[in-house]
């Protein structure tokens, strides 16, 4: 495929694909149609769609009616309002019993870029992640979110799928072997020297960085962790013996995320250093996307610094 | 209806009465207040009205109930229990750690509990989405979400209700258990409601008001949603919080509180008069 394209539209065209086999699938909107890009779903199959208007508490419980009623529903609005103002609601009438439901945060972290701090959201995978039974995904490119969004509706439980609104670079079509798989990382790249474990646009800058990285002699393993809940511990263990060291990168907040998740497994099963490349809690700003990522480090520059950084940290 | 039914239906209404009351008191924790002035609604609901087969609890063509206002479990545990879907015995495990009879509904583990609910202002969307699956199935199955007022200053009911009325989903019919009160004090201390007929109307819905203890009126009133097409009723459904026993009845601070061995003592012996008194009438 290469290309770019951004995580959210590829999302728009794997719902109307899927549809035609899965008559279970309904989608529900808050508002928010053309920029979550489902308004192409809407038109093509208006019987199973519902704009809810700007009422996200309300989109979410009508999924769980839905759902209980043998449908399939994917809510869409921006991650910040998906898992912040209907928060209780994906807790308590989906997850607690335990629906298939899911919830779509589009336009997630600073590269929503222009609208600013109110719309760019930080603090949705530690929302999700935190809810029991919850599967929480991020995919990197467009290609690895045709096969989630397939993998979410085929899961039948509650789950979160977080979107990008910025373009990004088709990078796991061109690995081969790219197999994606719920709850499995996939290992984009080789290395021993340290492990970059990356979840959404952070794969494809923690691949340029192992690109800059090689050409010091540093050999540093690219792991893409779709998939944050449940997380590939297997993986990480492997990684951590074998590297000694790991850096995470995420586009959210340090505390919470792929990098807290991470943390958790290796504190108990494999303790090496683990750096946290992501957001340092704090609240984003306005700005071109590419620009906003940038001032707060979210770079392959910055990350490969990270990595730089965790070598001097591991134990020999 | 018939003078015999609202015989029987009372007497249902009775024991669902003491069920619930003996659940809180053993558990000593619940609520006994709305459990006591809902449960008229909800006899109605599950012994006139609505096709439930308790043999196949999630029987896809059955009508749905969402219990909104989900503290007050044990009336719905009751009528479910004496309606077939679990022994009544298994009351006893009401709010205990050994059985699965939550606080509030839990649709995974209880026979009959259509959705899980407890956290106030969330089951009229549940009920619309239930309502919507109805509609794009072509089922004939009805819905019907139970409210308390007080719950009715979550912006969550009326979002919902905005939403029942754009999909026309005349297959939902929400009572509300309009018995003046909340925690804090009466729902016009604490959050005056207002106008709810014209609210409600406004919002597009068909509104009926009733008495919420008159099993005819009741069983009248749903009725009338059923015919009433193109758009949701709601069902005001005018009620004495703690209804049933003389000393918890309007008196708000039986929201939330479970009644001591000589409270309970009363409170069963009244309902037990009375419901001895049902069954000499209907002999
Ligand atoms: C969202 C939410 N906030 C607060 C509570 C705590 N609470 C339980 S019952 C209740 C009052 C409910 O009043 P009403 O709806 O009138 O119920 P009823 O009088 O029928 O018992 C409150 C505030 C809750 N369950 N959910
Ligand atoms: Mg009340």
Redesign the pocket.
């Known amino acids: 495929m290469a290309g770019s394209i951004a995580t959210r539209a590829a999302y728009g065209a794997a719902l109307i694909e899927l549809a035609e086999t899965h008559p279970e699938l309904v989608v529900l909107d808050a508002d928010l149609a053309q920029a979550v890009t489902t308004c192409k779903f809407a038109e093509k199959y208006p019987d199973r769609h519902f704009d809810m208007g700007i009422a996200e508490c309300n989109m979410t419980g009508i999924a769980a009616g839905l759902a209980t009623c043998g449908k399939h529903p994917f809510t869409n609005t921006f991650a910040i309002f998906a898992t912040g103002r209907a928060w209780e609601q994906v807790r308590n009438s989906i997850a607690y019993p335990g629906l298939p439901v899911t919830v779509v945060g589009s336009h997630g972290g600073l590269s929503v870029g222009e609208d600013g701090a109110t719309h760019q959201c930080t603090e949705d995978l530690n929302n999700m992640r935190v809810i029991p039974g919850m599967t929480v995904v991020v995919p990197c490119d467009g290609n690895e979110t045709r096969y989630a969004t397939e993998a979410l509706l085929n899961l039948n439980a509650p789950s979160y799928l977080r979107l990008c609104r910025m373009a990004v670079d088709n990078v796991t079509d061109e690995i081969p072997g790219y197999k994606f798989e719920l709850g499995k990382g996939f290992t984009m790249r080789d290395g021993g020297d340290a492990t970059i474990i990356a979840c959404g646009l952070m794969v494809q800058e923690a691949l340029k960085a192992a690109g800059m990285l090689a050409a010091e002699g540093i050999s540093a393993r690219v792991i893409d962790m779709h998939t944050i809940k449940p997380l590939d511990e297997e993986l990480v263990v492997k990684a951590a013996q074998e590297t000694g060291v790991i850096v995470t990168s995420e586009e959210h907040n340090v505390i919470g995320g792929l990098g807290a998740a991470v943390c958790e497994c290796l504190s108990l099963r494999c303790p090496v250093p683990v750096v946290r490349h992501g957001v340092e809690d704090c609240f984003g700003r306005s700005g071109a996307a590419k620009k906003v990522l940038a001032a707060y480090g979210l770079t392959a520059e910055v990350l490969a610094d990270k990595v730089r950084y965790a070598l001097t940290l591991k134990k020999s | 209806m018939e003078p015999k039914e609202i015989q029987k239906l009372a007497i249902t209404a009775t024991k669902g009465r003491l069920l619930g009351l003996s659940a809180i008191h053993r558990a000593a924790s619940g609520h006994t207040g709305?459990s006591l002035s809902v449960m008229d609604i909800l006899t109605v609901l599950y012994f006139h009205e609505m096709k439930v087969n308790p043999e196949q609890p999630r029987d896809p063509d059955r009508d749905r109930l969402v219990l909104s206002k989900g503290h007050c479990s044990p009336a719905l545990y009751a009528v479910l229990a004496l309606r077939g879907f679990f022994p009544v015995e298994d009351m006893q495990l009401f709010r205990s750690i050994d059985g699965h009879y939550s606080g509030h509904p839990d649709m995974v583990h209880v026979k009959g509990v259509d959705m899980s609910t407890g956290s106030l202002g969330q089951g009229l969307s549940a009920a619309v989405g239930m309502a919507l699956a109805g509609k794009m199935d072509s089922k004939n199955y009805r819905v019907y979400a139970v409210l308390?007022?007080?719950e009715l200053d979550e912006g969550q009911i009326w979002e919902a209700a905005m939403a029942g009325a754009k999909y026309k989903v005349d297959n939902l019919c929400a009572v509300v258990?309009y018995?003046k009160?909340?925690i804090d004090g009466i729902?016009d201390d604490v959050m005056p409601l207002g106008d709810l007929h014209a609210k409600w109307a406004a919002f597009g819905w068909n509104v009926i008001e009733v008495d919420g203890h008159d099993y005819a009126a009741l069983a009248d009133a749903l009725d009338q949603a059923k015919a009433a097409k193109g758009k949701p009723t709601v069902i005001l459904a005018h009620t004495i919080?703690g209804k049933g026993v003389s000393f918890m009845e309007r008196v708000f601070t039986w929201h939330g509180k479970a009644p001591n061995d000589e409270q309970y003592a009363q409170a069963k012996g009244e309902l037990e008069a009375h419901l001895k008194q049902l069954e000499e009438e209907g002999k």
């Open positions: 709305g308390g007022d007080g258990d018995n009160m909340q729902t919080k």
